[in-house]
């Protein structure tokens, strides 16, 4: 007993008849006769009452159909899956980024890609960044959005974008009244800044572009995440060079302002696996690659 023994009973049930059934199935009535006597012999059972006149369900046909139904439309649903197995358009993405990237174009831009591609899963999960290299090789994750470079030997880095610095202000600071400021108007500041254990790179470009300003920045406090250094900045314990994305939809009592003449940037860089046989990355990574351009 088959499946396609199966949906031949269910097709008779509703027909009655023999001819219709079969050329519903589009199969001759002998074969249709076949499977339906298979069917019977398997269970033990007779299915149908025959005779010249009319074909009716006996007590164990009507037992039987309830799971034969269940069961044809199980084989239904998993056919229709698996026809678009493989598929680009289809399937799970697995995304892993650290916490600042969540204040960059990032989430605007794999929401305009799942607009695009609407049976395309995105999951995502915030992991630090040994720990988004480690998910990349051993295939837990897909993609992964870092801030920093990392040079991983196994893995493809490719840059979203690069970003300028803005000077990260208390609304009461007295710099706030100015579209931008240089690097040495910041001279006898506190300063916020990223741990370099966990912003290699931001931590590496601010002091770089300090030190083409001339002055060398006194660092106050250091913070592994961004909202503390913003909620920091905030209550007037220093100040911050951030990246400018790090602004966009932030409703604390801070102003950030431009830096004038300045020549380092902060990079938004995705990390995929060299070899990767999701076909729905592809569509992704020029999907990221052709919006910011």
Not at 43 to 55: D, I, P, Q, T, Y
Not at 124 to 137: I, K, R, S, T
Not at 162 to 167: G, K
Not at 243 to 249: E, I, L, Q, R
Request: charged residues 20%; aromatic residues 6%.
């Amino acid at each position: 007993m088959d499946i396609r023994h199966l949906n031949a009973f269910v097709v008779l049930t509703e027909e009655l008849h023999f001819g219709r059934a079969a050329q519903r199935l589009n199969i001759s009535q002998p074969p249709l006769s076949r499977m339906i006597q298979q069917i019977e012999a398997d269970a033990g059972v007779l299915l149908f009452e025959r005779n010249k006149r009319k074909v009716m369900l006996t007590a164990a046909g009507a037992g039987l159909l309830s799971d034969a139904k269940q069961m044809v439309l199980q084989m239904q649903t998993i056919k229709k899956r698996l026809s678009v197995f493989g598929k680009e358009d289809t399937g799970t993405l697995k995304v892993g980024y650290v916490g600042a990237v969540m204040h960059t174009p990032v989430p605007i831009l794999l929401s305009k890609f799942t607009a695009l591609y609407p049976h395309i899963n995105l999951q995502f999960e915030e992991l630090p960044n040994d720990n988004l290299v480690y998910g990349l090789n051993n295939g837990t994750l897909d993609i992964a959005f870092v801030r920093t470079w990392l040079h991983p030997k196994s893995l493809e880095e490719k840059v979203i974008l690069y970003e300028p610095f803005v000077a990260v202000l208390p609304v009461n600071h007295r710099l706030c009244q100015k579209k931008k400021v240089a690097i040495k108007d910041l001279k006898d500041e506190n300063f916020i800044t990223f741990t370099r254990e966990c912003g290699p790179t931001i931590f590496d470009n601010f002091l770089a572009l300090c030190s083409n300003a001339g002055i060398t920045p006194h660092i106050s406090h250091n913070a592994s995440q961004l909202n503390s250094i913003l909620r920091l900045v905030e209550n007037g314990f220093g100040i911050s060079l951030l990246p400018k994305s790090t602004g966009a939809g932030v409703q604390l009592k801070l102003q950030f302002l431009p830096v004038a003449g300045c020549k380092e940037t902060i990079p938004l860089i995705m990390l995929t696996r060299r070899e990767n046989p999701n076909p729905g990355l592809s569509l992704l990574k020029n999907h990221l690659v052709k919006t910011v351009k």
